[in-house]
């Protein structure tokens, strides 16, 4: 048990690297008869609050399950809960819904880390069945859609440090999936952007380890240190119009500056950006407990992360809703590590 806490505690060190301070506020979690249980996984937000936040109760969630390495499912329809286990002897990192819930992603190398990484595709109608994309290395994968209707995803040819200079000879892509599959993957810019897109493709940003942007109509060689050269990670660009930035970072002097926390604590707050490089916002944790692998949710201003106690005691599923400056406990696991969670919901 105390190997698994180190293996774990180890990920945390190689996946961490008007303006307004908020301190995230959290419901306490329903209590019974409003949790459902499946397995391991306990659903602590009753169905009147998923639908408050989110516009529908009809949700799937995935997540890796850090102890194995495969993928969890988790779907929520008319009032009940079922588990599904896929990608049985992949290793599994940052799996991502298509748009229409019907397909997910992966990757098969975490964010940080300087190894070569497959793309894969399970249709979750055939989950049997995986395409990969033939490319020597593609991680972190994210999905689109264009204003033709054409559904793509995005990836980097390199997953490390963007303080290494092979950053500097690194690519970020876009890649068509259709029925008959994938299409030729098209190099969007210079150097791997890992932190996503804005929703029409005007910029970049990336932070493993420091949180660089890149403005589309900009020389291909042009890039900006949006934060003082301080260590950050988890860069996620908003999917709606907002363009926020969001990212975690390690106790730096720009957020202890913003935030007046002394704390020296990693990841105490998730700290979001706009499109000048401003920081807006930042929302504090819940007591004892620290961020990780927050991602924002296709379309609205609410985000889907992990929150770990101090200990790494556990690791549980939150909703973070932007707007309101409040952290929602929503999947409670017992026993199972879990990362990399993503969230898809019936519009």
Same mark, same amino acid.
Request: hydrophobic residues 35%.
């Given at each position: ?31 019974? @008869? ?8 306990? *659903? ?5 609050? #998923? ?5 529908? &109760? ?12 495969? *993928?969890?499912? *988790? ?12 990608? &049985? ?8 819904? $298509? ?22 595709? #399970? ?5 049997? +069945? ?9 991680? #972190? @994968? ?19 440090? %963007? +303080?290494?200079? *092979?950053?500097?000879?690194?690519? $970020? ?11 030729? @993957? ?26 660089? !942007? ?12 949006? =934060? ?34 002394? $704390? ?22 819940? @007591?004892?407990?620290? !961020? ?5 949710? =296709? ?15 556990? !690791? ?15 999947? +409670? ?12 919901? %019936?519009?």
């Amino acid at each position: 048990m105390l190997y698994r806490y180190a293996i774990v505690f180890l990920m945390l060190l190689l996946v961490a690297c008007g303006s307004d301070s908020s301190s995230g506020s959290s419901d306490e979690g329903p209590q019974e @008869p409003h949790e459902i249980k499946v397995n391991d996984f306990t *659903l602590l937000m009753a169905s009147d609050s #998923i639908k408050a936040l989110l516009g529908s &109760d009809r949700f799937k969630l995935v997540f890796r399950d850090g102890d194995v390495g495969n *993928l969890v499912l *988790l779907e929520h329809t008319d009032g009940s809960l079922k588990m599904t286990k896929l990608a &049985d002897g992949y290793n599994v990192y940052h799996p991502t819904f $298509s748009p229409d819930g019907s397909k997910i992603a992966f990757c098969s190398a975490y964010e940080g880390a300087p190894f070569e990484s497959r793309l894969y595709i #399970i249709d979750l109608k055939n989950p049997e +069945k995986m395409d990969s994309l033939d490319v020597e290395s593609a991680a #972190i @994968p994210r999905w689109y859609v264009l204003p033709d209707g054409d559904t793509i995803i995005t990836f980097v040819d390199y997953n490390g440090d %963007d +303080k290494n200079e *092979l950053w500097l000879s690194s690519a $970020s892509w876009k890649v068509t999936y259709k029925v008959n599959g994938f299409g030729t @993957p098209e190099k969007i810019f210079d150097r791997s952007y890992n932190g996503g897109y804005a929703y029409d493709f005007s910029f970049a940003a990336t932070g493993a380890t420091r949180l660089y !942007f890149h403005r589309a109509e900009d020389a291909e060689d042009v890039f900006e240190d949006r =934060y003082g050269d301080q260590q950050v990670c988890n860069v996620s660009v908003s999917r709606d119009s907002s363009k926020l930035i969001s990212f975690l970072e390690t106790a730096g002097k720009m957020g202890r500056e913003f935030t007046h926390d002394q $704390s020296g604590a990693w990841h105490h707050f998730i700290f979001y950006e706009d499109e000048t490089g401003k920081i807006v916002k930042a929302i504090e944790t819940l @007591p004892n407990t620290a !961020f990780d692998q927050v991602e924002w949710l =296709y379309g609205i201003p609410v985000q889907v992360g992990i929150l770990s106690s101090m200990d790494l005691e556990y !690791f549980d599923v939150v909703l973070i809703d932007y707007t309101q400056s409040k952290v929602h406990k929503f999947i +409670k696991s017992d026993g199972v590590s879990m990362w990399h969670p993503d969230l898809w919901f %019936d519009r």
